[in-house]
């Protein structure tokens, strides 16, 4: 059974670009949780999802990013319009559906803004 | 607002010591807890997850506590080797927020041959 995974695992974008991550939660894993790591600092929530549905987005900023897990595919981070403050690790997980919610990660998207 | 805090942020210890790592949280309505370790530049390893019905989950060499009306988790590591090395995480999900993860600081782990 693969673990979550991410791609890019590296992603280089200029000032003003737009950034997408991409997550694909572990076989059978109906939820989904995007997580950002800034320099030096700790792990923030930022959304969760589950299919075609965002259940929690209170850690998401106001502006240029948004999330989806559409009923095919992965789910999406899109950051429009990059600054370099958005320079960061952005780590993904999921969870089965059942008691307990344990999330498992997966190994992040390093976002540089040049 | 739930804050976790995480003592000490750095502990080096000699190969075969057992250790002690803190996490504490100001929310007590928690719905469980997790430890995870992280290695420079990769992502997170689940560890231990303890449901809030319970007090302690064992694995290996690793034993984490939960005592919710004192708001603190313990993870023991027995016997540790250098390959232990490693940032050491507990983040919780609670309240009405039972699908998001608060993270403390970590506690950075070296331990040297």
């Known amino acids: 059974n693969a673990g979550v995974m991410q791609n890019p695992r590296h992603l280089v974008r200029r000032r003003g670009q737009e950034a997408r991550l991409r997550c694909s939660p572990m076989?059978?894993?109906?939820?989904v949780y995007w997580y950002r790591q800034l320099p030096e600092e700790g792990l923030k929530f930022m959304v969760y999802?589950?299919?075609?549905?965002?259940?929690?987005e209170s850690g998401m900023p106001k502006e240029r990013f948004s999330a989806e897990f559409p009923k095919e595919g992965p789910s999406i981070l899109r950051i429009q319009q990059v600054v370099r403050g958005d320079s960061a690790a952005y780590f993904c997980?999921?969870?089965?559906?059942?008691?307990?919610?344990?999330?498992?990660f997966g190994p992040g998207t390093r976002l540089t803004v040049t | 607002k739930q804050e976790v805090t995480q003592i000490p942020a750095a502990l080096s210890v000699p190969e075969g010591e057992n250790l002690v790592l803190n996490c504490s949280f100001t929310?007590?309505?928690?719905?469980?807890l997790q430890w995870f370790r992280q290695d420079p530049g990769k992502g997170l390893t689940s560890l231990l997850l303890?449901?809030?019905?319970?007090r302690e989950q064992t694995s290996g060499r690793l034993n984490a506590s939960l005592d919710k009306s004192s708001g603190r988790s313990t993870l023991y590591i027995a016997a540790s080797q250098p390959g232990d090395s490693a940032t050491y995480l507990c983040?919780?999900?609670?309240?009405?927020?039972?699908?998001?993860?608060?993270f403390g600081q970590g506690t950075i782990l070296t331990v040297h041959p």
């Open positions: 997980a999921s969870s089965p559906l059942r008691q307990g919610y344990e999330q498992y």
């Open positions: 076989k059978g894993h109906s939820h």
């Open positions: 999802l589950q299919k075609e549905n965002i259940i929690d």
């Open positions: 929310d007590s309505a928690i719905y469980n």
């Open positions: 303890i449901q809030s019905s319970q």
């Open positions: 983040a919780f999900t609670g309240g009405t927020s039972y699908g998001k993860l608060t």
